[in-house]
């Protein structure tokens, strides 16, 4: 290696960047870390260890039980940045590291767990706060390893469950929902999407409330021309069942107590106009 790229020893190294070690002189065991700037870093470990709120829990029990006085900081090599991760692994990979968690200088989250308290308090810091991902586009690649690694994985119904009652009281945005419309404007599903939704909602009731919430959605809507005309490409040829079709006539002829305005009735005639009728066979008397 090149003295320009790594230079080993601990002279003039405070502000510059490279690999170093948090040596416990008392028993012997290291923490291996990289750093941008020695000196800021090793003031961020000091700091945080001091309050008790150090990330890594190894390092910070054996600090308590210690204390400062038992440990040192010592930079191992200076290199670039852009080499930083590089030598970090090959450091973990050659030598003991007692206080290291992750051994993954790419995945420093790799075996550690989140307790439930941590999760709460991250949690409750995000609240009212932005997505760091919002207006972000990710690119085709990374849509498609998202996209490959959950094909085929199936969620257990306690999560399910748990997903449900988490969105229950969740209203989105008037902004948020015309941006979504918008999105999806002109989207259309695979022939396989559809039969999987259609498949899903079959046996599906929805309760009075839903039915409810739905049927105030729906009241005063208009439809556009061009999907009314969409609506009747796509049913004409098709059949409803016999059981759709005494709802819709009970609906029609008011024995559910429903009754069509004037503007309906209008418009119903503007569509029937120019309609040829028939032929209809009429009795003899």
Request: contains cysteine; charged residues 30%.
């Amino acid at each position: 290696m090149g003295t320009k790229q790594c230079e080993t020893g601990q002279t003039q190294m405070k502000n510059q960047s490279g690999i170093y070690e948090i040596l416990n002189t008392a028993n012997g065991k290291r923490y291996i870390g990289s750093a941008v700037n020695f000196t800021k870093r090793w003031k961020n470990h000091r700091r945080t260890l001091s309050l008790g709120t150090h990330r890594n829990s190894k390092l910070q029990r054996a600090w308590n039980k210690y204390g400062e006085a038992a440990f040192k900081f010592l930079p191992i090599l200076t290199c670039a940045k852009s080499m930083l991760r590089f030598y970090e692994q090959q450091l973990l990979d050659k030598v003991k590291s007692e206080y290291n968690i992750a051994l993954d200088a790419t995945v420093p989250m790799l075996g550690r767990k989140h307790s439930e308290a941590s999760r709460k308090k991250m949690s409750i810091k995000l609240i009212g706060k932005p997505s760091p991902l919002r207006g972000r586009t990710l690119p085709q690649e990374t849509k498609d390893k998202i996209s490959e690694a959950g094909t085929g994985k199936t969620r257990s119904q306690e999560i399910k469950d748990q997903m449900s009652k988490d969105r229950i009281g969740r209203t989105h945005s008037l902004g948020l929902r015309l941006k979504m419309s918008k999105t999806r404007k002109g989207q259309k599903f695979s022939p396989e999407h559809c039969a999987a939704i259609s498949r899903a909602q079959i046996g599906r009731k929805l309760s009075p409330e839903q039915s409810a919430t739905q049927s105030a959605r729906q009241t005063g809507r208009k439809l556009s021309p061009e999907q009314c005309a969409a609506m009747s490409v796509r049913m004409t040829g098709q059949k409803l069942p016999p059981a759709h079709c005494a709802a819709i006539s009970r609906g029609l002829t008011g024995k559910t107590g429903r009754k069509a305005t004037p503007e309906q009735r209008a418009a119903r005639s503007l569509r029937m106009l120019g309609k040829k009728r028939g032929p209809y066979k009429t009795k003899r008397k």
